[in-house]
């Protein structure tokens, strides 16, 4: 897939290099070679999905959890925050060496700002994508300048993280409960959306089956409850 991706040009380009991107994608024949390559590489993303994401991220999540149980479970003097990390970094420096202890923050940090910049760089793409999309509709272009928009939306979100820390939000449990009431409302979003296309866009044979429909029924519902149960919750307190 990522051979035949096209690619956004690097922000200091001259216009000439303005991109021509397909954004709304391409259709292709719906014959039987393409039905049967289609079962492929759905067969294939499927078993990606399930070793790279769900074993493995199932596996690292278990044996970080063990790892912090190990080392620091039932400590009075145990730290919250950021601190947590911290404080765990260092008593595995004190059950085997110091070289452990650094050894391990050195991998969190690196597992951190890997993880924080593939969801800032994501969602600054899908973000830059569809208001190329709206200007195309409106101005009736080939091209526009889409890594402007990529890089706009990249460094708003920077700087909305250091507005953060400036006005002094940096507990990670808060972070977490508010990044996760905005993914909720987001995933409500697009699972609602996601449904709608397969369901009015895609040919009857590349459509999900009716027990990924029930599925995705079910956690659009999911998230919707949960969204609506935040929000009235949020508007109770201030009201309080």
């Not at 897939?1 to 397909?22: C, V």
């Not at 973000?127 to 402007?148: D, V």
């Not at 507990?171 to 409302?185: D, Q, S």
Request: net charge positive; proline share 2%.
């Amino acid at each position: 897939m990522g051979k035949y991706a096209q690619r956004i040009a690097g922000l200091f380009q001259n216009k000439k290099s303005l991109e021509n991107i397909r954004l709304e994608g391409v259709s292709f024949k719906n014959d039987e070679e393409a039905r049967k390559n289609f079962s492929v590489w759905w067969k294939r993303i499927s078993i990606e999905h399930a070793l790279v994401f769900w074993f493995i991220g199932a596996l690292s999540i278990l044996l970080l959890m063990l790892l912090s149980f190990v080392t620091t479970f039932g400590i009075t003097e145990n730290a919250q925050g950021i601190q947590f990390i911290l404080h765990e970094g260092a008593r595995i420096g004190l059950m085997l060496t110091p070289a452990f202890g650094t050894a391990f923050l050195f991998v969190v940090t690196v597992m951190l700002f890997q993880t924080q910049l593939g969801v800032m760089d994501s969602t600054s793409r899908i973000m830059a994508e569809n208001t190329a999309i709206i200007s195309l509709k409106r101005k009736k272009e080939n091209s526009l300048p889409l890594s402007k928009y990529y890089f706009s939306f990249l460094w708003l979100q920077i700087a909305f993280g250091i507005l953060l820390f400036l006005l002094g939000i940096s507990e990670p449990k808060t972070l977490l409960v508010l990044g996760a009431c905005l993914n909720a409302v987001a995933m409500f979003v697009h699972i609602g959306l996601v449904f709608v296309l397969n369901y009015r866009s895609l040919p009857k044979f590349f459509q999900a089956p009716l027990w990924r429909k029930i599925l995705l029924g079910i956690i659009f519902i999911f998230f919707g409850f949960f969204s609506v149960l935040v929000l009235f919750d949020q508007i109770f307190k201030v009201l309080q």
